[in-house]
Structures are given as structure tokens and as C-alpha cells.
């Protein structure tokens, strides 16, 4: 397993807060007195000041009871004339704002199924594991799982109480997954349900059992992995669905397929739990790296002949950051955080990120794009738009007989585009011209609408809400991303630094030059390592074992630790300074 991580981190912004003097300005300042008394020292406001802003401080001592205020104290006092007669008219007559969630949501469902949608938001989500490993280890897990603990579960009652709700997964193949409603308190009051619980957490830090969320498990399925395929998980923190893609590739209990997996993240912290995730599974079939996928650099393998070519990917896993709507029944801040400025706002991102993963396909190749989003512009609108600016080098692909059993709705053929302010527009001629900056034309649906995505709801199957396409390269997207041979990549480092550069800001270009993350070197055993010997005697290795596939983290001094990769992984090859 080889872990790279670039020279470019994400820059984190820094914000001023600046303020001007005026007849309505007001500061204040919250510490505590001698007496251990907590204080406001607050300006009040002068209203015989025209042009300046004069300000007499006072201080309100507040005691330690901090549901008690002081007698004679009035909140927002001073400017409580002013509005007096108005908040009297607004306290008889309160105005609501808000709208309700039917004219939001925008009919992603049936409305006779609305009330039922709504329902499954206000519930917890079930747990769900899935069983991992070869298919002698998974069989053999399914069977203690199935016969013994779950067995044990369901026989377990007292008097006219439930038994434990817990199945397969209907879709997922060889029941290889399963769904449970397990609270803390049936995990104390039963001693099936405690060994069970302890059970699942034990091996999922052995590698054999992974929690992983129902609607998560859909986007590798639908790929269609072979052992062979080169594959890129474009957005994989924190790993659960590359550890499925590393599990398909081995499905054949092949040790070492001649496939690969390349996992990328733009955070440098979240990339670690990604190697966290692989080390679990002990696949040589893994690379880790860390780059802005929406300028991923393009990757050179090398050939026997010693020359280089452009690596183009199999299948491509696309799971791009999102609003998160989706996730309501496990993330209920959502509720309070939501605005319709999400999806305007990532709408962008998740644009280039697609288009950069389909130009990093082969032809022939497939790519999903998904998302834990309800909201169309973060969807079915990223999806068209990308059909639109390719001119028919990529398809839809119907995926809906690829998982018999699983429940879900079409994509939508038409829905309507959202201001910050919840204002609706059905076209782009409508939108006003103060919102034109952040709604574009190509958020609105088109005039032929393509269904074959699909979107999976709360109430279809006690699931969280997602989002899924399929998308099949027909041909080139354009002339430059054709397939090339080359003996010296120079150049092409330069033209990737180059690009990846022209799209940040001034203000970041510098910071990405300085900021970053400094990896050990990732240093390949030669033909006549001298320490190889010694080991080969040791473990008795058989001469057939190729040492050039085992590194090592350091350039001299001892080796201690030595890892394994497969022969495709070794030969990916990039600029030094990258791997460094």
C-alpha cells in the first residue's frame, strides 16, 4: 500500500471584521469583576451626535445566577422608544417568514406519499454493516453472524415485546449486508444484543465487518468492478466505499489482481483515515493520494521499455461533497443550517469535478456521480450540464434492473431554481438581476430530460436519501486528453502545475507554494538490495518473488517497516517533488 501526498494543501481563508462610526453603532465587552461577578461594559448610544460617534460607558453587574437579572434592568433599552409602537402592531400581528417544506422540496416525491417522506426524517436511522474480506472469510463470517448471534437476537423476547428488526439487505448480493434497529438501551437490557454489539465492534477493527450507511453502498455496486479494472475514487475520505471498491476487485480471492485502486482527497488530515481504512483490508492494490480532484493531475504509469504513458481509469467513483440534505436523520443541524445557497453554491465544484473525472476516463469506461442530496441543482442539473458541454461523448447508463429489490424513484424531469431568499424561478430570463451571479443558466432543467439516474428517498426503505447516475464514455471530450506515449514527462508535470495554479486565486497561488504537507520518500527495493538476501533466508521466499515490488520510507539508515505493492502500482510514476 503506498500513500502519496502532494505539496498542495488546501489554503485556509482569514476573515477581517471592519466597522464604521455612526449615530447607531454600539460595542460591548463581557469579563468578570474582583468580586467574580460577570460584567457588560457596553456604549450606549448619544442621539445629539450628528456627525460623531461619542460613546459613556456604564457597566451592569449580573450575578451569578445567570437566570436573574438585576431590578430596574431593561433589555435593548435604548432604542426601545423608537419601535415601541411598532413592536406593538407586530406582537399582535406576527408576520411568519418561513414557507413550508412542500413548496421546498419540490415534489421529490409522490404526494400521496409526502406525509410518510416527512415521518421518516423525524426517526434515527437504522445501523447498518456490511461483511468484508475474501469469499471463504465472508462466508464464513456470514455464517456465525447469521446462525449464532442474529439467531440468538431474534429468539430473545420478553412477555409481548418486538424482536429485534434485523435482515439482509435485499439488493446487495449474497447477503453480505445487513440492517438492524438496535438502541443502548436493548444493547443493556439483553445479553444477545450486548454480544452482538460487541462482536461487530471487534471485527470491524479486524477488517472483517465494516459500518458503512445503506444508500453508501450503492454507488461500487453499480460500477460493475472487475479485478482488472483501474480505478479512481475522486472524493474517498473518509474510505468506506474505497474499501467496497477494494473488495471487489479481490472478488475472485485473486491476492494480488492486476488492478488498482487510486483513492484521492483534498484534505490532507482526512487522507489518513483513508489509510486507515486500507490497512484493515491489507490490499497491495491501493494509493493514497491528496489533490484538489477538480484539477487532478494527469498520472503517467511506466512500460517495460522504460517510456511512460498517460494513465486513463476503468471506472471512476465520483462521490462529490454536498449539502447533506440527504442526511437529515443522522445530521439533524441540518435542519437548522439549511439554506437554498447550498446547492447554488456547490453546484460549481461538483461540476468541474465531474468533468475532470470524465476526462480522466478511458472510452468505454464508466463514472458515477453521487451525492446525499435531495436537491436537483446539486444533481440532475450537474448531470445535464455535463451531457450539454460534451456534445455526446458521454451517455446515461440505466441502472435500474442492477440491483433487483432496491426501491427508488427517477430522476427529475423538472423543477425549479431557488434564490437564497427562496424565490422560484422556472427559467434563467426570470431570475433577477441581483441573483444572476450565483444562478446560472445551466442549473435549469433542459427541454429532453434523461431518467435513467436515480434517486432513493428516507420512507422507501428506512434509508437515508441519495442520489445516483451512471454516466459511459463514448469518445474523447477533447483532442489533448487522447491517449499518448512519452519518454521524459516534464513537460507534462509543468502543463499540470501550470493549470492547477491558473485556477486559484492571486492570493492563494503564493500560499500553495509555501503551505503544504512533507511526506517520507517512498523508496522501491533495487535488483541487488543488499538487505533483501537476509530476508529472502529468513521467510524462506521463493526466488519467484519479485523484491522490486517492496519499499520502504527512507533513503538510508535502517529499514524497518517494508511494504508490499502490486506490480501496476509500482510502475505509477510521478514528478519527485510530488511523491516527496
Known sequence: MICISSTCSSPSGRGA?????????????IGKCSAGCLYILSAKFSSKLPTSSMFTSSIFEIPKIMGRRKPGFRKNHHFNHKNRGHNKQEQQNPKDTRKPYQDITQKV????????????????LPATFRITGSKCVANKMLEIVQEQLIKDCINQTEGDEKPLTIFPIPWYPNKLAWQMELTRKDIRRFEAYYKLHNFLISETEHGTISRQETVSMIPPLVLDVQPHHKILDMCAAPGSKTAQLLELLHANDDPIPSGYVIANDVDNKRCYMLVHQAKRLNSPCVAVINHDSAVLPNMMSQLPDGSEEQVQFDR??????CSGDGTLRKNPDIWIKWTAANGLNLHGIQSRILRRGAELLTVGGKIVYSTCSINPIENEAVIHRLLAETDGALELVDISSSLPGLKYFPGMEDWLVSSRNLEFYKSFDEVDEKWRTTIRPQMFPPKSEDRENIRILPHHQNTGAFFVAVLRKLKPLNAQEKFTKKTDNEDDTESSKKRENEDQPQSQRKKRRKEGYREDPFVFFEENETVWNDIKQFYNISDEFDSKCLLTRCHVGKKKNIYLTSNAVRDLSRDESELH
Open 17 to 29: 471584521v471592519s466597522s464604521s462610526a455612526t449615530s447607531f453603532a454600539a460595542s460591548s465587552n
Open 109 to 124: 416525491c409522490k404526494e400521496e406519499e409526502y406525509d410518510e417522506f416527512i415521518k421518516s426524517l423525524k426517526t434515527d
Open 316 to 321: 471512476i467513483l465520483c462521490d462529490v461533497p
